[in-house]
């Protein structure tokens, strides 16, 4: 199986192998990979980290065993009689981003790529680093300039190079974009680089491993969308495989303070709103201008998604509670409960629920 990158605007095909991060007519990669059927048989059940999937990743040889820390594999937890808690902090670095950071590694690895940059809002930027330093890869991380000091700190104990740029997220994106076109750097972003999404999908087969099934309700925080994506292909491949017969009720979770899809969906635009954020303590979702949005707003409108705004004040309350009960979270994650209680304001009681714990609380000192 020869797998390739396919523009998601002009259909061009490219070589995987490529050091290109997008395609000349500035469209982003897509992966031209259709896994093999879902079934239990092809999951391989004495490996204890996501690469037990790995028979549905284009995935080349075998770099992911060095790569590996055993990542995945979080524990569903019962919060209350209607809601379920997926422990994603669980992880080597904390956070979810590890799911598509090991894969995006062993994909670097498996092309010899010796040296990556990379643009975080922090979680991303700590799990390439980390899997970088594992295996050798230089590593330079950019994060706007406000980022919580532990995961800056981190990064760096990882060996990465930190670049802390003033202004926006939006705007240390631009930065560190500028350096991969002046300098040919390779760009190790989970946003832009699509086997980044081969591993967040890894989330979904989890769910289904654990559960035997999947929840009706499955609230999935969007930003830049790593996780909603993986999600949605994962569910996807599950229902082309007739494993399930029909698509759960997805609920993309936003910041009321910086909501571009939110704002798209009212007013049914193709494209992410042009929206001017407010600084939010859910600094993990605070991305004003998602470079997949086209890709994602499609998702949302095939499947009849509801996105639910985080009321601001409520993320501290959230938190608070959640803590008083065992679960230390970050803030941007207090918001995925925040949002799952002011979706059960709009809609009344909604049982079979399931959110994601995807950022410990360590990381965050608000
Ligand atoms: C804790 C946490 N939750 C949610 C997100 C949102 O992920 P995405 O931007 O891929 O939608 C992030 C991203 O950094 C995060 O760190
Ligand atoms: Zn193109």
Same mark, same amino acid.
């Given at each position: 199986m020869k797998v390739q990158y396919v523009c998601a605007k002009c259909g061009m095909k490219k070589d995987v192998?490529?050091?290109?991060?997008?395609?000349?007519?500035g469209g982003l990669w897509k992966l031209d990979y259709q896994p093999p059927k879902?079934?239990?048989?092809?999951?391989?059940?004495?490996?204890?980290?996501?690469?037990?999937?790995?028979?549905?990743m284009p995935l080349e040889g075998d770099d992911w065993k060095a790569v590996t820390m055993g990542e995945g594999m979080t524990p569903i937890v019962k919060y209350d009689e209607d809601l379920m808690l997926k422990?994603? &902090?669980?992880?080597p670095t904390l956070s979810f981003k590890d799911r598509g950071a090991a894969v995006l590694v062993a994909h670097c690895k498996a092309i010899g790529v010796d040296s990556v940059v990379q643009d975080s809002s922090g979680n991303a930027g700590n799990s390439v680093a980390a899997y970088c330093g594992r295996v050798g890869i230089e590593c330079e991380i950019f994060v706007p300039e406000g980022t919580s000091p532990k995961k800056i700190d981190m990064i760096k104990a990882h060996g990465s190079a930190v670049n802390v740029v003033p202004g926006s997220r939006d705007h240390c994106a631009d930065v560190c974009r500028a350096k991969v076109n002046d300098?040919?750097?390779? &760009?190790?972003n989970h946003v832009y680089n699509p086997f980044f999404y081969q591993g967040t999908k890894t989330y979904i087969y989890e769910i289904y491993e654990q559960l035997g099934r999947i929840p009706q309700n499955i609230f999935i925080p969007l930003g830049n969308g790593t996780l909603f994506l993986g999600a949605v292909f994962g569910l996807e491949h599950l229902l082309e495989s007739g494993v399930i017969d029909k698509m759960p009720n997805i609920i993309a979770i936003q910041s009321e303070r910086c909501a571009p899809f939110a704002e798209a969906k009212r007013q049914g635009l193709k494209e992410p709103a042009q929206v001017t954020p407010t600084a939010t303590l859910?600094?993990?979702?605070?991305?004003?201008?998602?470079?997949?949005g086209a890709e994602i707003l499609e998702k949302i409108y095939q499947y009849d998604m509801e996105i639910v705004e985080i009321p601001e004040e409520s993320i501290l309350p959230a938190r608070a509670e959640l803590a008083k009960k065992g679960i230390y979270c970050e803030h941007t994650t207090a918001g995925n409960y925040a949002a799952y209680l002011r979706y059960c304001e709009l809609h009344g009681k909604t049982p079979d629920s399931l959110i994601t714990m995807c950022g410990a609380g360590l990381k965050s000192d608000h």
């Open positions: 192998s490529s050091l290109e991060p997008k395609c000349v007519c879902f079934e239990e048989a092809l999951i391989d059940k004495g490996e204890w980290s996501i690469f037990r999937y790995r028979n549905f422990m994603d &902090y669980f992880m300098e040919g750097k390779y &760009y190790a859910a600094e993990g979702i605070a991305i004003g201008q998602p470079m997949r």
